[in-house]
């Protein structure tokens, strides 16, 4: 799921920015429970396969997994698939910090390094490109609810680029969306992330709305009239001019969740193993054609 250079990396900037404490942190393969709500730190990592690589890339992600399992790895991650836009893996993996990440990593590359390296050279072949992106929750923007995640089967990923420096303009319009919501629909859940870490040359932020069905989606699309008017014309003006004068682009993609590419802790799953960890299904034999008779 991630390349040796890009788990190298990824401990690197966060030893960078948040320093190594005595502190203790609570690791990943210690959850005992399903997910509540949103993860602070949010690491993202995007795959574009080569044409023609999709049961290779498929392969190779069970055994990156099957080897975190053997070595009781601390890496834990969702696959998904895109429905819309570039063809593409996405996986996404939280932390509680910065200090979690790079331990947990760090944890990965003692134990395993060797193991996973020697994939990483195999996986790199299969893919096109890849990009790698760090994300802090931005808390008072966002309306995350209790949602646990194994229980989800689709996201809904929205990538806003604001123009630096305005990001206090973006910060205004989405409370007002934020409140527009509220009075809406209450049950409408989403979280904002700020980029940290990556490629981005503007202030780039991610909205992540997990549903249980694309029937939540279509419930959220019905509700858009009464948003905008709970919203008042004024402040739905203002939104409009904002994103007019303050964003550089906005791109919204839906993606599927894979279980066959995801690692969560069984504590996480294990009420819906028919999702995450299906029996396979029996083989049914062929009987052998009885040779012909002479006549």
Do not use: C
Not at 95 to 115: I, P, R
Not at 169 to 198: C, L, N
């Amino acid at each position: 799921m991630i390349q040796s250079r890009v788990r190298k990396s990824i401990a690197w900037m966060a030893m960078a920015a948040a320093g190594v404490t005595a502190a203790t942190v609570v690791r990943a393969q210690e959850h005992d429970s399903a997910p509540n709500g949103p993860a602070p730190i949010l690491v993202t990592v995007r795959e574009m396969l080569k044409p023609g690589e999709e049961a290779a890339h498929a392969r190779l992600e069970a055994e990156y997994a099957a080897v975190l399992d053997a070595g009781r790895g601390s890496q834990y991650y969702l696959g998904m698939g895109a429905i819309t836009g570039a063809p593409q893996t996405v996986f996404l993996s939280g932390y509680s910090s910065l200090e979690e990440m790079s331990e947990v990593h760090d944890d990965d590359e003692t134990l395993m390094g060797e193991k996973l390296d020697s994939l990483d050279m195999d996986h790199s072949g299969t893919l096109s490109g890849m990009d790698t992106a760090i994300w802090r929750l931005r808390p008072e923007l966002s309306n995350p609810g209790t949602v646990n995640l194994a229980r989800m089967r689709f996201i809904e990923l929205i990538h806003i680029h604001v123009k630096l420096g305005h990001s206090t303009e973006f910060a205004e319009v989405t409370r007002h969306i934020k409140e527009g919501w509220m009075k809406a629909d209450p049950d409408f859940h989403y979280s904002i992330y700020r980029q940290i870490f990556g490629s981005a040359r503007d202030d780039s932020y991610l909205i992540v709305i997990a549903m249980k069905s694309l029937a939540d989606l279509d419930k959220h699309h019905s509700m858009a009239a009464e948003y905008q008017k709970g919203l008042g014309e004024d402040v739905h003006k203002k939104m409009l001019e904002v994103e007019s004068a303050d964003y550089n682009s906005t791109e919204s993609n839906l993606f599927v969740f894979n279980p066959s590419m995801s690692r969560l802790p069984e504590s996480w799953t294990k009420d819906d193993l028919e999702f995450w960890k299906p029996k396979p299904r029996p083989v049914t034999a062929v009987p052998a054609k009885k040779p012909a008779t002479a006549k």
